[in-house]
């Protein structure tokens, strides 16, 4: 157990960095799709550049960051395996797979964008970019209220905050146009 919270400072890195690249790489798909609207030659310009920059972010910085985010996690429960004991943590696990869940369709996406292969308005992935925001929140409020959290209030809580996030995005997007 000495080594516990030397793990858990490493895991939270991780999700840190993981997190930067989820939120960052459906952003570079907006401005991928948004450029197609572009006259030539900025279009080609912009649409190479933002496929670049998908696989290097991708590949060199979410993969690596969800692999190491595991990978501590299965650490810390080897350390505390308590934590199984506890119904919050299987909560949390389950938003855990919704998030590699989530991860991995990102990278399906990237792969269609690659070719060019557009299914998503720009408007469709600014509210499939808040989708992590929900997952961290949701993840976030488990982490650290464990079972203080009164369920009741958190479903009610994270159902609000959903809506109230739909709604910024629909305002940003009236204040933009």
């Not at 890195?13 to 401005?31: A, E, M, P, T």
């Not at 960051?65 to 395996?81: C, D, H, K, P, R």
């Not at 119904?87 to 690659?114: D, P, R, S, T």
């Amino acid at each position: 157990m000495e080594y516990y919270l030397y793990i858990k400072s490493v895991h939270l890195i991780f999700v840190v960095s993981w997190f930067v690249g989820l939120f960052y790489i459906v952003r570079l798909f907006i401005y991928q799709v948004d450029s197609y609207e572009k006259p030539e030659p900025d279009r080609t310009i912009l649409t190479t550049e933002y496929k670049r920059i998908q696989v290097l972010l991708y590949k060199i910085i979410m993969m690596p960051a969800m692999v190491l985010t595991v990978l501590s996690a299965l650490v810390m429960i080897y350390l505390n395996q308590n934590l199984l004991l506890q119904g919050w943590f299987h909560l949390k696990l389950g938003f855990v797979v919704g998030l590699i869940a989530y991860h991995f369709y990102c990278g399906k996406m990237m792969n269609e964008l690659q070719k060019d292969v557009v299914k998503w308005t720009s408007g469709q992935l600014r509210m499939w970019n808040e989708v992590a925001t929900l997952f961290l929140v949701s993840i976030v409020f488990l982490a650290l209220l464990k079972n203080s959290l009164n369920w009741i209030f958190g479903v009610l809580g994270l159902v609000t905050f959903a809506v109230l996030l739909m709604l910024a995005v629909r305002l940003a997007k009236r204040l933009r146009n």
